[in-house]
């Protein structure tokens, strides 16, 4: 099945919209601001089409993110996700277990920009802005994570892996960074630490010049 949303305006007290199971989620050119997190919800093998929206939220109430994608797959093209007014968000984007793709999107003013964790996911990361964060990207568990031309802007660090001195885990703590990642022209300026931790061994791409 496959619910389509285009041009619309969700103003909502609670979850904007949510789906389960094998359902196919379109929304276009649409804003969405609920008092409650998620703003958008899909799990348990759906998959989402996001294209030129804006998600907003004023309460971290309900967890998980901005945008929630649980066993599921998505492909983001020019959305912005930022809180609404002063509101502390820690997620804007939550990846667990799926596929998503994430093209010319801007995420700004929120604890993460995106978090993914496995097992079974991969995370492929062209042309978007993350500025003005704690954290920009931070890639958990197995997950796979290809990233180019991406900028990091204005942030605590732009690129983090759940590892320690990052991370306080245990050795067999399932959200270690036991993925893999690569990619090539990231911008990485003005952030308190590029990427954490320093004593990873990133791809050469990753790397300042000296």
Same mark, same amino acid.
């Given at each position: 099945m496959t619910v389509s949303l285009q041009g619309i305006w969700a103003d909502s007290a609670g979850v904007g919209v949510r789906t389960e199971g094998e359902v196919r989620l379109e929304i276009r050119a649409s804003w969405m601001y609920t008092r409650v997190m998620p703003?958008?919800?899909? &799990?348990? +093998?759906?998959?989402?089409?996001?294209?030129?929206s804006r998600l907003s939220a004023t309460s971290d109430a309900g967890g998980l993110g901005l945008? !929630? /994608? /649980?066993? &599921? *797959?998505?492909?983001?093209?020019?959305?912005?996700?930022i809180p609404f007014g002063?509101? &502390?968000?820690?997620?804007?984007?939550?990846?667990?277990q799926g596929e998503?793709? /994430?093209?010319?999107?801007?995420?700004?003013?929120?604890?993460?920009g995106?978090?993914?964790?496995?097992? &079974?996911?991969?995370?492929?990361?062209? %042309?978007?802005?993350?500025? *003005?964060m704690v954290? +920009?990207?931070?890639?958990?568990?197995?997950?796979?994570?290809t990233l180019l031309a991406n900028v990091f802007r204005y942030n605590d660090v732009g690129l983090l892996l759940y590892l320690p001195p990052c991370v306080s885990l245990r050795q067999d703590d399932p959200?270690?960074?036991?993925? !893999?990642?690569? %990619?090539?022209?990231n911008v990485f300026e003005s952030n308190d630490a *590029? /990427?954490?931790?320093e004593g990873y061994p990133w791809p050469e791409a990753f790397k300042k010049s000296p």
């Open positions: 703003v958008v919800l899909v &799990s348990e +093998g759906g998959t989402l089409v996001l294209e030129e945008l !929630a /994608l /649980l066993s &599921s *797959d998505a492909v983001l093209r020019k959305n912005l996700l002063e509101a &502390s968000i820690p997620v804007a984007l939550y990846g667990s998503y793709t /994430l093209v010319d999107n801007e995420f700004a003013f929120v604890g993460i995106a978090t993914f964790l496995g097992p &079974s996911t991969r995370a492929f990361l062209s %042309g978007n802005y993350f500025r *003005d954290t +920009g990207v931070a890639l958990a568990g197995e997950t796979n994570a959200l270690r960074f036991r993925g !893999a990642i690569e %990619g090539q022209d *590029d /990427l954490c931790p």
